[in-house]
């Protein structure tokens, strides 16, 4: 009997759980045994190897969070660490590894692949930055999350006549903030990819407010600063009647969308069918909206970016 072992690695996000229910049930339809690998990398190195109860997991499709548990581990990136958890897969008789994560955790399902270990990547992050591929699990139920947020606080916003800021997180990836800010309406977003012109900002929302406009929301992603050093910026710009709000991790948790699940149910498929292919050194990605196997090379390649930046235009053009 083949054993594939799986863990999910880095911020976690919803949609995991079902990622390894589909992992589990459709290698059991194979015989293939799947490992569960608790704390993602981290735990490869210590050995943390778990048998994966078929009954919690099979109830965990509505769960956010992981039940593998996840862990940061950036010492993942040292060669001789990468090997130490190579032979403890060896020693465990593991035949294949399954990485569910973002795309640090990406960085590391290559490290092992190109030291000649059968890896096979699923992407999961709220950020929705790895290049290769257009959407991620977790991405729409954290957009929905942050959307939700948005319509609470320009209910808000109206009564006060005020403007808020309201940061997501995303270090180097603004494409939470942007599907956010679109569907709730922002009337500007602010995402690393783009330079941030402040004076250009403050004096859209002055306007607004000359237009009489009750609302404004901002919405800004973590990577460009903090909601608390944007708010100081725009108040020194003569921005009046202003407030922040960090959303924070609060998107990282909650029940998966069915968009997510479904995706998760389909990568995790797949997944387990380019290990009986033998097929590894892949992921799984969405492009032009079909799920296919992607090189994890060409996955990382930020020259071959899948992310839609043309809704940053959009939103100037459709928000006032
Ligand atoms: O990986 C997703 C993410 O939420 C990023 O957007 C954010 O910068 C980071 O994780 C936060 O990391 P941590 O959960 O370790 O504080």
Redesign the pocket.
């Given at each position: 009997m083949k054993r594939l072992a799986i863990l999910t690695s880095?911020?976690?996000?919803p949609g995991m759980n079902a990622t390894i229910r589909a992992v589990l049930n459709k290698a059991a339809h194979h015989d293939i045994e799947v490992v569960g690998v608790n704390y993602g990398f981290l735990g490869l190195v210590c050995k943390n190897f778990t048998s994966l109860d078929t009954e919690k997991v099979n109830s965990s499709i509505s769960m956010g969070g992981t039940i593998l548990y996840s862990s940061?581990y950036p010492e993942f990136a040292e060669k001789e660490i990468q090997l130490k958890a190579i032979e403890n897969l060896k020693e465990a008789n593991i035949d294949g590894l399954i990485v569910i994560g973002?795309r640090?955790s990406h960085h590391g399902a290559l490290a092992l692949s190109n030291l000649g270990f059968p890896t096979i990547g699923i992407p999961a992050?709220?950020?929705n930055?790895i290049p290769g591929t257009e959407f991620t699990v977790g991405f729409d139920t954290a957009v929905n999350t942050v959307v939700s947020a948005l319509d609470k606080i320009r209910d808000t916003a109206n009564s006060h006549v005020r403007t808020f800021v309201i940061e997501v997180?995303?270090?180097r990836?603004g494409d939470?903030a942007l599907w956010s800010g679109v569907a709730g309406g922002a009337e500007s977003i602010l995402i690393p990819e783009q330079e941030l012109d402040l004076a250009h900002v403050a004096s859209k929302i002055k306007q607004s407010v000359e237009r009489k406009k009750k609302h404004c929301l901002i919405v800004l992603a973590?990577?460009v600063m903090s909601a608390s050093e944007l708010t100081t910026k725009l108040k020194e710009e003569g921005v009046l009647h202003i407030r922040e709000v960090e959303l924070g991790?609060v998107p990282?948790g909650g029940s998966p969308t069915p968009y997510d699940r479904v995706l998760a149910s389909k990568a995790g498929a797949a997944a387990v069918n380019l290990f009986l292919e033998e097929k590894f050194g892949n992921c799984l990605c969405i492009q032009y909206n079909k799920l296919v196997p992607v090189s994890l090379k060409d996955a990382l390649d930020i020259e071959k970016n899948f992310i839609d930046l043309s809704l940053y235009p959009l939103n100037s053009s459709i928000s006032y």
């Open positions: 880095g911020g976690d996000a940061r973002g640090g992050t709220i950020d930055d997180k995303g270090l990836s939470l973590e990577g991790h990282r």
